[in-house]
């Protein structure tokens, strides 16, 4: 924690390989991120997929802070069902929370930690896609913090937004969490280190992430008349 940099709170391998007092508490942090940034609204600003991606190339330094584990893929599996869990976890909070306020979230002024545009985009997605929004919006930024709190808004029978809360959950960790760690291998096979660049990844998740949602933005932008 020396010589700390308020900038590195936008690296997610800040948070992956964060050391408090000779403990490496990476693996809660990345728990508690997952969840907040699936339930909380506050926490769609948190970084998502990079993070899982680069959880799954430390995947091992991870998990050994909880249980020595000998097999790579169970390591891996492991990793990937904490993460589906928190994710899992995360949603149901934002589903309840948007079941018992969504009329004050309408209605609620815009904030630093609360954008209200963000909200409507959301449910405009939701209404366009159905409990399959659920699904999509996992991997994609802010709209994976909105949908399940307008799930809960729009009253989604609980049983489909559990279905699709539980099949979104382990499709996301463990497709990104997987991707990140067997990528990491084959690329060090041909001997480049992905955790020497670590900086092009996150921009490069950033942009494959944000690129449909920014798309979708400017699609639905008024066009002005001469």
């Known amino acids: 924690m020396n010589n700390f940099d308020w900038t590195q709170l936008l690296n997610p391998e800040f948070y992956i390989t964060l050391n408090v007092g000779g403990i490496q508490i990476g693996l809660y942090i990345v728990l508690f991120i997952v ?12 970084p998502g997929d990079s993070l899982l991606f680069l959880a799954g190339i430390y995947s091992r330094d991870l998990i050994e802070n909880m249980v020595s584990i000998e097999s790579d893929f169970i390591n891996v599996v492991l990793l990937s069902v904490l993460v589906a869990i928190a994710g899992i976890i995360g949603n149901t909070v934002g589903y309840w929370f948007g079941a018992k306020s969504g009329y004050y ?3 609620k002024e815009d904030t630093f930690w609360f954008k209200k545009k963000y909200l409507l985009q959301s449910k405009d997605f939701f209404e366009k896609y159905g409990g399959k929004a659920i699904i999509f919006a996992r991997f994609l930024p802010i709209f994976r913090t909105f949908a399940p709190i307008v799930a809960g808004i729009v009253s989604m029978d609980k049983q489909k937004f559990m ?6 959950s382990f499709l996301w960790s463990f497709i990104l969490i997987f991707s ?8 060090l096979g041909f001997g480049i280190d992905l955790k020497e ?11 494959i992430s944000t690129l449909p949602v920014l798309f979708k933005l400017i699609k639905k932008r008024p066009v002005e008349k001469i």
């Open 35 to 46: 969840f907040a940034e699936t339930g909380l609204f506050a926490g769609f600003f948190l």
């Open 105 to 107: 979230l309408f209605k």
């Open 163 to 168: 279905f699709y809360n539980v099949l979104s």
């Open 180 to 187: 990140g760690h067997y990528l990491y291998g084959v690329f």
């Open 197 to 207: 660049h670590i900086e092009f990844i996150v921009i490069g998740i950033v942009l």
